[in-house]
Antibody, heavy 119, light 108 residues
């Protein structure tokens, strides 16, 4: 059974750093592209960052470029999002999601990790 | 960057009614890369339709998708109580995804 479980959400002060984790099971993350998608409470979905199946292609939304870093660890089958210099507008639920190639859709999503940026 | 605009923002309907949701892209996109999701309060998005018109595993056939170019549609033939939710369209291109702002289907 495919599962994605995020962890690491917390309350953090503006300018601080946080690392989110997404533990995958039921498949190998080096067979799929993976992404982080966020959703501010009561708002819509916003793509944050993605990494392709072989790790050779990484991209970021303009809103987080230079501040967030996506990475993965094949041995632990985990995806990460390092968040630096966080701002109030980064407050959201952060979902990791598995990307299916050719049609490029997200077929599995985690339950989300809540990040609250507040002084 | 492609922008997806969904309309209407909110629909108030009764169970049994037919509903059509619109997703318009700011420029022409590949039919293969248009996806629809359903999201209920407190839950993660759920895949409904991929490649414009292919239903995901386990999705009832009352859900259907169509479209091409810049205009895409999600239809629900007869609303069931469990269909009241927010629906998002999504496009994937040049290594990033774009989501529409969502359409809320609420009970009238």
């Amino acid at each position: 059974e495919v599962q994605l479980v995020e962890s690491g959400g917390s309350v953090i002060r503006p300018g601080g750093s946080l690392r989110l984790s997404c533990a995958a099971s039921g498949f190998s993350i080096d067979d799929y592209g993976m992404s982080w998608v966020r959703q501010a409470p009561g708002k819509g979905l916003e793509w944050v960052s993605g990494i392709n199946w072989d790790g050779g292609s990484i991209d970021y939304a303009d809103s987080v470029k230079g501040r967030f870093t996506i990475s993965r660890d094949i041995a632990s089958n985990s995806l990460f999002l390092q968040m630096n210099s966080v701002r109030a507008e980064d407050s959201a639920f952060y979902f990791c999601a598995r990307l299916r190639g050719s049609f490029y859709y997200y077929d599995y999503w985690g339950q989300g990790a809540l990040v609250t940026v507040s002084s | 960057e492609i922008v997806l605009s969904q309309s209407p923002g909110t629909l108030s309907l009764s169970p049994g009614e037919r509903v059509t949701l619109s997703c318009r892209a700011s420029q022409g996109v590949s039919k293969n890369h248009v996806t629809w999701y359903q999201q209920k309060p407190g839950q993660s998005p759920r895949l409904l339709i991929y490649g414009t018109s292919s239903r995901a595993t386990g999705i009832p056939d009352r859900f259907s998708g169509s479209g091409s170019g810049t205009d895409f549609t999600l239809s629900i033939s007869r609303l069931e109580p469990e269909d009241f939710a927010v629906y998002y369209c999504q496009h994937y291109g040049t290594s990033r995804a774009t989501f529409g702002q969502g359409t809320k289907v609420e009970i009238k």
